[in-house]
């Protein structure tokens, strides 16, 4: 906190703009480590977001030359006075509140992007798998870190891992404290795409506002979709799936869709009526 007991502002930036909601980790000079003042503007702007007919997209980047260090394991934690060490429940308790942060980046029903600029680390990596799409710079690395610490790992990065690479490759990564490039990123899935370092700035904006122009119940949907394929048999997933279906077809941007198919043009979603579009409707089964 400041010394006026109110979050400090200049640790993350946070606007919108050509519907992209952005989040830029603003601590260069210490590779955007987490600081506690970023997780309260993070976390609310997320939940906002969710429900922001402006928003289309969410971006996460870093300032600087680096994406995130992770958690700063020398900023602001010290205890004061004689107070004394917290025990396992209060720091697990403090940890948990900390990692909704990926939770919500994960569960958005907007399409979620991080923009990997430099070097993802432990909590940071955990930021950038928990988004729907990576774009990676060709100079970036992503970085476990938890073992160099003795750390087991924490935000969800060995879920994430697990889920985008498997049980055994994950553990050898987590475990090796492998240092991952872009090209083996790329290899390994665990990245969409990779851009040369002087075309990544215009490369992620221009497919964030791609994303963010895009028909945006249509994806919040479809999200729903393939977050229900990796833990629902097909004979229950079919009926959401189908709902949704049906659904999607009375949306203003499926209206749009069809008279610029018929037009011979392309869509324009923005000219489409978008009320609540983005936010599925919770009588639909959705597993969101």
Known sequence: MTTDGLPNPEV????????????????????????????????????????????????????????????????????????????????????????????LLH??????????????????????????????????SLIPGWARLAFSGDF???????????????????????????????????????ADDGDFADAWLSWARELAAGPRQAHAFMKENVRDALHLPLSEALPRESRRMSQSARTPDHREAVRAWLDKRPPDFSRSDRPGAGTPDRSSGGAL
């Not at 979620?112 to 774009?135: E, S």
């Not at 990065?157 to 492998?178: C, D, H, M, Q, Y």
Request: hydrophobic share 45%; aromatic share 4%.
């Open 156 to 194: 969800g990065g060995p879920w994430f891992l697990t889920r985008l690479v498997g049980a055994s490759k994950a553990l050898e990564i987590l475990t090796a404290n492998a240092k991952v490039d872009a090209p083996t990123a790329l290899s390994l899935g665990l990245v969409n795409r990779v």
């Open 12 to 103: 993350v930036q946070l606007q919108v703009a050509d519907g992209v909601g952005l989040i830029t980790l603003n601590r260069p000079e210490r590779r955007n480590a987490l600081h506690r003042d970023m997780y309260e503007p993070i976390q609310t702007s997320l939940r906002q977001w969710a429900t922001d007919d402006a928003v289309g997209c969410i971006a996460i980047t870093g300032a600087g030359e680096g994406f995130c260090a992770g958690g700063d394991v020398r900023g602001g934690g010290k205890r004061r006075g004689d107070r004394p060490p917290p025990g396992v429940d209060e720091t697990t308790s403090a940890l948990l509140a900390d990692a909704q942060t990926a939770r």
């Open 107 to 140: 569960e958005s029903p907007k399409l979620t992007l991080a923009a990997v600029n430099g070097a993802a680390v432990g909590a940071g990596l955990a930021l950038a798998l928990a988004c729907d799409f990576r774009i990676m710079a060709s100079s970036a």
